[in-house]
Structures are given as structure tokens and as C-alpha cells.
């Protein structure tokens, strides 16, 4: 079982920028794909980007794409989310996900609650 911690959300003004973490344990890093997704109040949770396990490939949904950056860093274990040009719209809880199936699927099995393995959420919030 993989174990999954997030940080560095918080508050911020728009247009401003923002990376999150997430610390991942308990199984080898390289094993599965890895994603980022949200859930605003009153909304359902949404894809925001995913990222192959050998990091050759993103994925991003069309709200966040070209400002947001998904990456990966192998030594450290660890899973990042970079956010520039941050809207109002952006405020969410943010959630770090695993899962074995490709990059490419993630955002359907994870919202399909198909497997994979979540993260507690970090709260990210913009100010207009």
C-alpha cells in the first residue's frame, strides 16, 4: 500500500504562484502513474494533471493547462504541482493520487473510484 502526504497549499492572492509537494511512502516511487486532482465546495472531484511513472508524460485537464506543471523527482520520492497565474477559480482542496494504471487513464479510474491510492488533501485558496 502506498502512502501519500501532501503540503504547501495556502492562501494567496490571484496571479500569484504556488507549488504543492507530495511525499510518497511504502511502495517503489517508479511503480505507478502519479496526479494531481481537486474538489471545490459543493463540487465534484476533478482531474487536474497526471504524470507517467518514468515522468515522460503529462497530462493536464483545460482549466489548468499552461499554467500549471505536474512533475516527478525519483530521488526524493516525491510529487510536484506547480501553479502560476492562480485564479479564484483554482480555490480547492488538492488531492496527490497513485495508481497502476497508465498517465493517460488516470483521471477517468481515479474519478471512477477504480483503485489507486489518495492523499489527505491540502487546502489551496486565491483571492481575488
Known amino acids: 500500500q502506498v502512502q501519500l502526504l501532501e503540503s504547501g497549499g495556502g492562501l494567496v492572492q490571484a496571479g500569484d504562484s504556488l507549488r504543492l509537494s507530495c511525499a510518497v511512502s511504502?511502495?517503489?516511487?517508479?511503480?505507478?502513474?502519479m496526479g494531481w486532482f481537486r474538489q471545490a465546495p459543493g463540487k465534484e472531484r476533478e482531474f487536474v494533471a497526471s504524470?507517467?511513472?518514468?515522468?515522460?508524460?503529462?497530462y493536464y485537464s483545460d482549466s489548468v493547462s499552461g499554467r500549471f506543471t505536474i512533475s516527478r523527482d525519483s530521488a526524493k520520492n516525491t510529487l510536484y504541482l506547480q501553479m502560476n497565474s492562480l485564479k479564484p477559480e483554482d480555490t480547492a482542496v488538492y488531492y496527490c493520487?497513485?495508481?497502476?494504471?497508465?498517465?493517460?487513464?488516470?483521471?477517468?479510474?481515479?474519478?471512477?473510484?477504480?483503485?489507486?491510492?489518495w492523499g489527505q488533501g491540502t487546502q489551496v485558496t486565491v483571492s481575488s
Open positions: 493520487a497513485a495508481h497502476r494504471s497508465s498517465a493517460q487513464a488516470m483521471g477517468v479510474v481515479m474519478t471512477m473510484g477504480l483503485g489507486g491510492s
Open positions: 511504502g511502495r517503489a516511487f517508479s511503480d505507478d502513474a
Open positions: 504524470i507517467s511513472w518514468s515522468g515522460g508524460d503529462t
